[in-house]
T-cell receptor, first 114, second 110 residues
Framework: EPEVTQTPSHQVTQMGQEVILRCVPI?????FYWYRQILGQKVEFLVSFYNNEISEKSEIFDDQFSVERPDGSNFTLKIRSTKLEDSAMYFC????????????FGQGTRLTVV | SQQGEEDPQALSIQEGENATMNCSYK?????LQWYRQNSGRGLVHLIL?????REKHSGRLRVTLDTSKKSSSLLITASRAADTASYFCAETFGNEKLTFGTGTRLTIIP
């Protein structure tokens, strides 16, 4: 069964460092997303990406964040200068269609900023 | 209540019993989805119900939607230990993003 894969599963980084979280969405999907979940809190939308550009972003997704689809398979989230409050589980998701169809989530990357 | 708030926050039942979780939302929706999350893991899509539907079934899952009350419920029948997880409702309106609720933590006692 096709699945969304994320790497690494866990990343520890020093405050102020740049991190890149990687995702391989399901191959025939067209819509890609990043969500995050701070420990014990709800899952929050960060950004959606379609046709090689951001289609929507939340207030959380400020200038420190960027997304890229550098080739036909990978989808990355970059945090330029990490803060302690960026510590969270980051989930990548993809869907075949828009309009709120089923989204397939990866297993997440646990980011710990120290 | 807040957008996409589940009730109860936590639920413990004996294996074999039915579990019911509720979700309320504030705005109009295109559809509402339910996801399961095992501890520390990713979200798994369970079922999607469109705004013009009132009830939907999938295996042991039954979802209802009441747009007049802006609420949905998820019923898991004949619960199993493997159903232990957190369950989230998520709504969409006009775009692709999912707006998640606060979740219900379900514990099935063997």
């Amino acid at each position: 069964e096709p699945e969304v894969t994320q790497t690494p599963s866990h990343q520890v980084t020093q405050m102020g460092q740049e991190v890149i979280l990687r995702c391989v969405p399901i191959s025939n999907h067209l819509y890609f997303y990043w969500y995050r979940q701070i420990l014990g809190q709800k899952v929050e939308f960060l950004v959606s990406f379609y046709n090689n550009e951001i289609s929507e972003k939340s207030e959380i997704f400020d200038d420190q964040f960027s997304v890229e689809r550098p080739d036909g398979s990978n989808f990355t989230l970059k945090i330029r200068s990490t803060k302690l409050e960026d510590s969270a589980m980051y989930f990548c998701a993809s869907s075949a269609w828009t309009g709120g169809t089923e989204a397939f989530f990866g297993q997440g990357t646990r980011l710990t900023v120290v | 209540s807040q957008q996409g708030e589940e009730d109860p926050q936590a639920l413990s039942i004996q294996e074999g019993e039915n579990a019911t979780m509720n979700c309320s939302y504030k705005t109009s929706i295109n559809n509402l989805q339910w996801y399961r999350q095992n501890s520390g893991r990713g979200l798994v899509h369970l079922i999607l119900i469109r705004s013009n539907e009132r009830e939907k079934h999938s295996g042991r899952l039954r979802v209802t939607l009441d747009t007049s009350k802006k609420s949905s419920s998820l019923l898991i029948t004949a619960s199993r230990a493997a159903d232990t997880a957190s369950y989230f409702c998520a709504e969409t309106f006009g775009n692709e993003k999912l707006t998640f609720g606060t979740g219900t933590r379900l514990t099935i006692i063997p």
